[in-house]
């Protein structure tokens, strides 16, 4: 088991960093100058993909939504989130920013359940069934507000600070402290782990693998924000030098809540993992399940204080 997971997460790793090699890239004046391209073409897919999970896991309640239309939607939200890479030059007085495109394509998806809702409806037959419309509702915004924590703050990590190398540095200290943080908690909790941390959610997390994961989160934010953003994409990070303390510490606990936010949902639909296509790992939202509530934390993290500079 843990060497087929141990396969899988490497594999997902090599191909996400590749594709951000290749989408700072394609951002660079001399080849495209269209930075973000990948990554909205990856988060689109992901989003599609978790959202499909999701409405598969609520499969077993009675008052089922239509798989179909919840994906559509979640593709046509995350075309809106990605709306700034459209834009050759997108404007930077824009009113809406880069963060309002992704809360307007949530404002879409709501509509569009609604819309749907209403061209389907049928009066109960005898009173029966009242509720159902509401229910429905319900779950599919809590479809498209959950991938939207994660995705609706990912793409504009991309553009922040402006720069090609900004958005991509952004990306790839969140990816490496969530994920390196994880694998810290996963190794101390083998070795040291004695008490559960949440045993009605997550039986295999414990308290030591909980105080563990903020060393390798710190660990990968410095390694990141000091090594390579300059020697990778000359970017020099114009913060207080105990900043990446202070971010290690946030995101992971923000990635560990996102963990247990999973879990859970999965506990209440009675289900192990979110689907079986990666083996080791699951489904896409067992995957980006710590992302969750991590993205909006290392979003706001980087806007509150100065934004790295190029060199």
């Known amino acids: 088991m843990l060497g087929r997971r141990l396969i899988s997460a490497a594999v997902i790793i090599s191909v996400t960093i590749l594709l951000l090699c290749v ?20 988060c689109t897919i992901a989003a599609a993909m978790a959202a499909s999970e999701l409405v598969a896991m609520m499969g077993n309640v009675t008052n089922r939504v239509n798989h179909n239309f919840v994906v559509g939607a979640t593709v046509a939200m ?10 050759h030059d997108y404007p930077a007085d824009c009113a809406i920013g880069i963060f309002g495109w992704g809360l307007s394509g949530v404002v879409l998806a709501i509509v569009l359940t609604f819309a749907f809702e209403m061209l389907n409806y049928r009066t109960p037959i005898g009173g029966k069934g009242k509720g159902e419309v509401v ?35 952004t990306l790839v200290t969140l990816i490496s402290t969530v994920k390196l943080s994880d694998s810290f908690a996963y190794f101390v909790g083998k070795r040291f782990g004695t008490i559960k941390l949440a045993p009605q959610l997550s039986p295999g997390k414990t308290l030591q693998g909980s105080l ?15 090594v390579v953003a300059p020697a990778i994409f000359g970017v020099t990070v114009q913060k207080p030098s105990w900043w990446f303390l202070v971010y290690g ?32 790992l699951g489904g ?7 992302m969750v509530f991590a993205a909006p934390i290392s979003y706001f993290l980087w806007i509150i204080a100065e934004l790295p500079a190029e060199v």
């Open 23 to 42: 989408d700072f890239w394609l951002g660079t004046d001399k080849i495209f100058g269209r930075p973000g391209l990948i990554v909205c073409l990856l």
């Open 135 to 169: 229910d429905r509702i319900g779950r599919c915004a809590l479809v498209f507000v959950y991938v939207s924590m994660c995705f609706g703050f990912l793409v504009p990590h991309r553009f922040l600070g402006g720069g090609n190398g900004y958005g991509i540095l």
């Open 249 to 280: 510490i946030l995101v992971t606990a923000a990635g560990m809540m996102g963990d247990l936010a999973e879990s859970l949902i999965k506990r209440d639909c009675n289900t192990k993992d979110s689907s079986s296509w990666l083996p080791g």
């Open 212 to 226: 563990g994961a903020p060393v390798g989160g710190c660990i990968a934010a410095a390694i990141c924000l000091f």
């Open 284 to 290: 896409v939202l067992d995957i980006l399940d710590s």
């Open 78 to 87: 995350l075309l809106v989130t990605c709306a700034p890479v459209w834009w």
